[in-house]
Structures are given as structure tokens and as C-alpha cells.
């Protein structure tokens, strides 16, 4: 088994797991490796700490610690994961997500899921309506990989 440390065009760090280099080089080909933290498949091969010189400077090896995991980067990614997972499952309603979940909040349709656009001042008014409603992070709404 390989452990490679990966790196994606926004910065995170996150390691993958291989039976091979030339298992890790297929999937890079068929464009199966993403960032578990924001879907990104841009990432590079980064060196590992097995693989920087003891004989480095002191800049290398800071800007090698600056950019490692930080604790609750796994966390993250399995919130992310379980979004997208919903986010899949669930009906764009686009513009109309107000009218919709207010129609489901009345009873006069029946609940599912879904989700939409709504400006700030519509998820305020939802919000004191007593409505709940979850903002989602950009880029949550692309398809799973």
C-alpha cells in the first residue's frame, strides 16, 4: 500500500491511499481524485515528510507546516461529503424556493426535499417565520464524482 499527500489549487492537504504508483497515475488519469474538503480535481502530488531532506531550510520546512492539516479538516470534509450526498438527493427548485418551502411549511403541499436561491432579505423572512432553512457553502451543488 502507497500513502501519497495531495494538494489541490485551493491549498488543501489530504492524502490517498494506493495499491501502487501506477494505480495512483490511472486515477489521476481518469480524473477520479478530488479534494475531500472542496471536490477540487486539480490536485498535484505533493512530497510527503518522508520525502523532504533532512538538509532543507528552515523555510521549507515552515512552509511544509503551514500548509498541513489542520485538526477538524476531516470533520469538514465529512460535512461536505454528507451535503453533497443531500444536495444529490434532493429537487432544485431555482428561484421558486421560497414559495415552496413556505407552501410546505403551511401544509399545502407535501414535504421533500429540495432546494433553491433565495436573496438575503427572502431567507431572512423565512427565518422569522419560522421556517428553517440552511445556507449551503458555494460549489455544493455540483454533481458527485
Do not use: N, Y
Amino acid at each position: 500500500m502507497k500513502v501519497f499527500e495531495f494538494q489541490c489549487a485551493s491549498g488543501h492537504r489530504f492524502e490517498g491511499w494506493f495499491e501502487s504508483d501506477a494505480d495512483w497515475r490511472d486515477q489521476q488519469r481518469r480524473g477520479l481524485l478530488e479534494c475531500p474538503l472542496c471536490g477540487d480535481r486539480e490536485v498535484r502530488r505533493i512530497p510527503s515528510a518522508a520525502h523532504l531532506a533532512k538538509s532543507g531550510s528552515e523555510a521549507d520546512r515552515s512552509a511544509h507546516t503551514e500548509s498541513a492539516p489542520r485538526p477538524g479538516d476531516a470533520a469538514i470534509a465529512q460535512w461536505l461529503h454528507a451535503v453533497r450526498q443531500w444536495v444529490h438527493q434532493s429537487e432544485d427548485v431555482g428561484e421558486r424556493f421560497p414559495a415552496e418551502v413556505r407552501r410546505m411549511a403551511k401544509g399545502e403541499i407535501d414535504p421533500r426535499q429540495i432546494r433553491g436561491r433565495a436573496s438575503l432579505e427572502e431567507a431572512e423572512a423565512l427565518l422569522d417565520e419560522g421556517i428553517p432553512i440552511l445556507p449551503l457553502p458555494p460549489g455544493v451543488d455540483e454533481p458527485l464524482h
